[in-house]
């Protein structure tokens, strides 16, 4: 919606000044009605360049993973490749007229390779916190996208974030600026596996005698971070909790019988839930940013 303001006009009646002094008030009054060019930039996610972070529209973000280098590795190792992901980013042009912005990236972590294209993807251009950066044209009321190439090396703790930040500042007024993270994430799905005995009249016990039960809980947890409005997060979807008894470091399929009763606390879709089974497997569906479940089942020693 375009407002329209209507400026009223008042008549002032000026007392007569001497020479020196209407010269003085000219001086004065030209030094102070300077004002920068109106010039105003947003940058964000991919079509959403006024996305909310946290706190502002200066810590928006867009969330990612990368997927080699994370097989088979423990919550406590690190990856074991290096590897490459692309993120979209969007600039809106908010300032009185067409103006050419410069996209750096004054932030960036250590070992880590940037690189910006504006001509979707066709050639990029490594950026580095020292280097001026890429320029891009952007009418009047007008919005691009630009692509972001992080390259991330091998050796990273794994289900850990790592932010680069994205500047774009306004060449009409370089005091105008805005900022959005590219966040890449060396995985973000965190499984953790207990077992506690549990004897066959039901306090736990120590002795694995047979009878009692073994109870195995496998929590799963998004790690990636959330909050704010408009951001790009990262969503867990057709995740396979398998387990599998004859498989190690398991032990259980020949030593234990399965106890029906299986459970997911966030509803998850659970095969091998029968007597007889060695293996279970849990389908869970979606896992937002943030969100965490438990997966559980019994077996009995024989």
Not at 103 to 124: L, M, Q, R, V, W
Request: net charge neutral.
């Amino acid at each position: 919606m375009t407002k329209i303001i209507h400026r009223l006009a008042r008549t002032l009646f000026v007392p007569a000044l001497t020479v020196a002094a209407l010269l003085a008030t000219t001086s004065v009054a030209a030094v102070s009605d300077v004002n920068r060019p109106n010039a105003a930039v947003l940058v964000g996610p991919c079509g959403l360049p006024g996305a909310m972070g946290p706190t502002s529209v200066d810590d928006d973000f867009t969330n990612r993973s990368v997927k080699a280098g994370i097989a088979d590795v423990s919550p406590n190792g690190v990856t074991t490749a290096a590897d490459t992901v692309v993120f979209r980013n969007t600039i809106q042009n908010l300032g009185a007229g067409d103006d050419a912005f410069i996209i750096s990236a004054p932030k960036a972590p250590a070992g880590f390779k940037i690189e910006i294209s504006t001509d979707d993807g066709h050639s990029y251009v490594t950026v580095e916190q020292t280097s001026t950066g890429v320029t891009e044209m952007v009418a009047y009321r007008a919005a691009a996208t630009f692509l972001v190439r992080v390259t991330a090396p091998a050796g990273l703790k794994v289900l850990t974030g790592f932010d680069t930040v994205i500047r774009v500042a306004s060449t009409v007024n370089p005091s105008a600026t805005n900022e959005t993270i590219d966040r890449l994430y060396t995985g973000f799905v965190r499984i953790e596996k207990t077992s506690r005995i549990v004897s066959a009249t039901g306090p736990a016990d120590k002795n694995a005698a047979p009878g009692a039960e073994i109870e195995f809980a496998i929590t799963y947890t998004n790690i990636s971070s959330a909050g704010g409005v408009g951001s790009s997060m990262l969503t867990a979807r057709d995740l396979v909790i398998g387990e599998n008894g004859f498989a190690a470091p398991n032990n259980w399929g020949a030593t234990t019988e399965h106890v029906v009763g299986a459970s997911d606390t966030r509803g998850g879709i659970i095969l091998g839930d029968a007597a007889g089974s060695t293996s279970i497997t849990d389908m869970v569906l979606m896992l937002e940013a943030g969100q965490a479940g438990v997966f559980k089942f019994r077996r009995r020693i024989k």
